[in-house]
């Protein structure tokens, strides 16, 4: 049975209208039962499953996004919900948030949002595997469903994305600590998988390679109670000169307890961190930063989707924003 029956088939198959599938959809009692009944046949026969745009020919007079989040405490992900709500608004469109925590069943969450007859969906969770990105773009092309990337790596090069080169960011914070005299140079990141941080940590490795120097990738929590005693017990008896977390909160917690433990920062050891976000300018000595612009990010992935959602000229399904080093006191 193919999953990529359209409204179009539905409505050639059982001789009626678009509109007459659409309101057999949406508003039954107004279409005679014999017609009815045979685009309900139809339906069955073909396997078509109503996709959002079709299901609100009829009914619906506003514009609906789905956003895809995987945890809204973030400080990336409240950041980048503010770009998107402001160009939203903008366009008077609605929208409904949809969380796919660390267990959750990736096919019962897209029938949900499906079934929610959104018009478009932004995907701000980088913490989904292949498979589940595979998943992912199957469904909402069989259903017809625009889709963006915000914030997320997926190497495909027909999925429309917004992001920033992590890779690039990860060699050159890397490679400016190299350039001041460092040589045991850690990357801090996080025992669960999110995409950014795996091009993070390539571009420091490739980094590190270029120098003749060992990379060492230390994976942790994002939590600090938990990545406080990880980086007490695992780096006091390690030589260690720069660290980079992939985290600003990681970076500070890391450099909390170099200083307590009698490590300086930054004559002995040199820590610099990812987003640029409050931690770095409140911590001391402040922290040297990649700034990624959240912001822009969320904002430029909701204006590409409204024009895949009407259909506009496209200049690129990729876009790169550019990203730039936060010098201060750690490094």
Do not use: C, W
Request: net charge neutral.
């Amino acid at each position: 049975m193919s999953t990529k029956v359209t409204i179009y088939e539905v409505a050639l198959a059982a001789r009626v209208s678009l509109a007459t599938v659409s309101r057999v959809l949406n508003n039954p009692e107004k279409v005679k039962p014999d017609t009815r009944e045979r685009v309900l046949k139809v339906i069955k026969e073909l396997g078509y499953r109503p996709n959002a745009i079709a299901r609100g020919l009829a009914s619906r007079k506003t514009t609906t996004v789905g956003v895809l989040i995987s945890d809204i405490t973030r400080a990336s992900v409240a950041e980048m919900l503010g770009g998107i709500s402001d160009i939203a608004m903008k366009y008077s469109y609605s929208i409904k948030l949809f969380s796919a925590h660390e267990n959750i069943n990736i096919s019962d969450l897209l029938n949900d949002i499906v079934a929610e007859q959104v018009d478009g969906v932004l995907l701000l969770n980088d913490e989904l595997d292949l498979n589940q990105m595979k998943t992912i773009k199957e469904t909402f092309d069989d259903n017809d469903i625009p889709f963006v990337l915000a914030n997320v790596i997926y190497d495909d090069q027909t999925v429309p994305s917004v992001s920033i080169d992590y890779a690039k960011a990860g060699y050159e914070i890397t490679k400016l600590m190299i350039e001041n005299g460092r040589k045991d140079i850690y990357m801090l990141s996080t025992v669960r998988k999110y995409s950014v941080n795996d091009q993070k940590e390539l571009g420091y490795t490739n980094a590190m390679n270029e120098a003749g120097l060992q990379p060492k990738v230390f994976r942790t929590s994002g939590n600090t109670s938990v990545n406080r005693q990880h980086f007490a017990n695992f780096f006091s008896d390690k030589a260690v000169d720069g660290a980079i977390g992939v985290r600003d909160s990681i970076a500070v917690s890391f450099m909390n307890i170099s200083s307590e433990t009698g490590r300086r920062v930054p004559e002995m050891v040199a820590v610099a961190g990812f987003q640029n976000t409050k931690y770095g300018i409140l911590s001391r000595p402040t922290l040297t930063s990649i700034d990624i612009p959240v912001y822009d990010i969320g904002a430029v992935a909701m204006r590409l989707l409204t024009k895949l959602m009407n259909k506009e000229k496209l200049d690129s399904l990729q876009v790169v924003l550019p990203h730039y080093i936060v010098r201060r006191e750690s490094l």
